[in-house]
């Protein structure tokens, strides 16, 4: 894959999540566009970690990366589930222990409908 194929599916996937649905709950997220903006954090989420462990000894970096994507990781995680034609309360499964999580993964995972549904024009 070369590096303009990347910046497409990072400005795609992960800006454009960022940029126009900050805090967007409405409406719905397909497959791609949940599991790209997750792979891009965990990336994220790596560099700024070594970065942290080399110039503080902390996670300083990682901590207000991970504030500043909260709301609009949650508020994909909902879109998603209106994918899937759930109620974005679902998303609450999460505090469940063990079970909880598992359950959100396996939703997550699946294909979403492939009509228009409650929550919007098919994603």
């Excluded at 970690?49 to 504030?67: A, E, M, T, V």
């Excluded at 609009?72 to 505090?95: A, E, K, Q, T």
């Excluded at 079970?99 to 939703?107: E, M, T």
Aim: charged residues 20%; aromatic residues 16%.
């Amino acid at each position: 894959m070369d590096i303009e194929k990347i910046k497409a599916l990072f400005n795609t996937y992960f800006v454009d999540v960022l940029k126009n649905h900050y805090t967007d709950f409405n409406g719905r997220a397909n497959r791609p566009q949940y599991w790209y903006f997750v792979l891009f954090v965990f990336i994220i989420s790596l560099v700024l970690g070594i970065i942290d462990s080399i110039l503080f000894g902390r996670q300083i970096l990682g901590l207000i990366f991970s504030l500043a994507i909260l709301v609009p990781s949650i508020g994909l995680g909902v879109r998603r589930l209106h994918d899937l034609g759930r109620p974005g309360w679902w998303y609450f499964g999460v505090l469940i222990p063990i079970v909880g999580p598992i359950a959100l993964l396996v939703l997550f995972c699946m294909k979403g409908e492939d009509k228009d549904n409650a929550y919007g024009k098919k994603a």
